[in-house]
């Protein structure tokens, strides 16, 4: 069965930091790349940090330097450390393999419910 459980969402003043977690199915995680996503009020999607199964990493511009990706292969789990927090980084964040899993006889992408991250003074 597909889950994705994101949390450690809330708010935090600009400068600050947040560390995200997120909860997959062995089915999910077990998918080469996994990565954060987000999407900001009336805007689409984005991908902001990428990992692989060997550790490499990969981050959007906008986060590079600030924003720290990292999966615990034996829990299932992966992280996201946010540091030095900005409006622009205010946005619904979802994990999910990349790219993104998807199930069914329609192949419709799977997503689970996001954490709120808002930045903000």
């Known amino acids: 069965q597909e889950q994705l459980v994101e949390s450690g969402g809330g708010l935090a003043q600009p400068g600050g930091s947040l560390r995200l977690s997120c909860a997959a199915s062995?089915?999910?995680?077990?998918?080469?790349?996994m990565g954060w996503y987000r999407q900001a009020p009336g805007k689409g999607r984005e991908l902001v940090a990428r990992?692989?199964?060997?550790?490499?990493?990969n981050y959007a511009d906008s986060v590079k330097g600030r924003f720290t990706i990292s999966r615990d292969n034996a829990k299932n789990t992966l992280y996201l450390q946010m540091n030095s927090l900005k409006p622009e980084d205010t946005a619904v964040y979802y994990c999910?393999?990349?790219?993104?899993?998807?199930?069914?006889?329609?192949?419709?992408?799977?997503w689970g419910k996001g954490t709120q991250v808002t930045v903000s003074s």
């Open positions: 990992i692989n199964s060997r550790g490499t990493t």
């Open positions: 062995g089915k999910i995680f077990s998918i080469n790349a």
């Open positions: 999910n393999s990349n790219p993104p899993y998807v199930s069914g006889p329609y192949y419709a992408e799977y």
